[in-house]
């Protein structure tokens, strides 16, 4: 079957609705963030309008720049280590039995239905010296006393896996769903060891997806914004919590917009490209 391109102006009438909707709430929203973003602030904490280049001036100096570069590097990292994981537990769950697939995935939806808070205040309360982890550490004798293991880079990093690494699951599970199996058992009929024909056969086979996969999953860890402050320190704070910081208690919008404006157009450059990706995996 082939679809037919549409030839009346009623064929569009599906689009309008997703197309207002666009327009109202992204669109009209980012080019006002545009134009606040060229505004010229005031002492007094105010703005007027104005065509400067002062805030983008700002933003590429070195601190923001660090900021920057931890931020991306930060969303990298927590991308890489849930698909790492993520990847071979789906390709078990996928292979497990119905009932087995079924509690899983049910356990996965109820870990996304927890909100940032609380994950944040859950990690928080675990990594803590009087309530945390480390009590049980000593009580197994692999420490001498409690210790409170946040706020540190590390806390932020465990944070920010466990709360993507349930969308990661569900976002590959669909492509392992379809895999053939028999693809495994033919490599292993032909004396590859297990591990061999996992590397060789399924991770080749669905690089596309994993390419997707870990973009989509770098572009939701680029919005963090309340982990980094809940579990770490200022120093580990990413983009998202200074463009806040700006726009709220430093009472700077256009620096705020500016920040901003950057962090959408990174994010539409990765979401484009994970489509451009998918689609060449479905043409293939």
Request: charged share 10%; hydrophobic share 60%; with cysteine.
């Amino acid at each position: 079957m082939r679809l037919e391109p549409p030839r009346r102006a009623l064929d569009y009438a599906p689009l309008v609705f997703p197309a207002v909707m666009l327009t109202v709430f992204f669109v009209v929203p980012f080019g006002i963030m545009v134009m606040v973003s060229f505004f010229q602030r005031q002492p007094a904490g105010f703005y007027t309008p104005a065509f400067v280049f002062a805030s983008y001036e700002r933003f590429l100096t070195a601190f923001f720049g660090g900021v920057l570069g931890f931020s991306l590097g930060l969303a990298a990292l927590v991308a890489l280590i849930c698909v790492v994981i993520g990847f071979p537990f789906t390709y078990e769950l996928a292979r497990a039995r119905r009932s087995v697939q079924v509690v899983w995935l049910v356990a996965l939806l109820s870990i996304l239905s927890l909100s940032e808070v609380v994950i944040g205040f859950a990690w928080s309360t675990l990594l803590s010296r009087t309530a945390g982890i480390s009590n049980l550490l000593v009580w197994l004798g692999l420490m001498e006393k409690p210790t409170a293991l946040t706020p540190n880079f590390g806390a932020v990093l465990t944070g920010m896996v466990y709360q993507a690494l349930p969308y990661t699951v569900l976002v590959l599970y669909p492509a392992m769903a379809r895999l053939d199996p028999t693809l495994m058992e033919a490599s292993r009929t032909l004396g590859a060891p297990p591990l061999k024909a996992f590397l060789t056969v399924v991770v080749p086979a669905l690089r596309n997806t994993i390419l997707a996969t870990f973009i989509m999953v770098f572009v939701f860890a680029l919005g963090s914004y309340l982990l980094p402050q809940l579990l770490g320190r200022p120093q580990h704070w990413t983009l998202s919590v200074l463009i806040t910081d700006q726009a709220i208690y430093q009472s700077n919008m256009p620096f705020a917009a500016a920040m901003a404006v950057f962090l959408v157009l990174v994010t539409l450059a990765l979401v484009g490209l994970s489509l451009l990706v998918g689609r060449k995996e479905i043409a293939a």
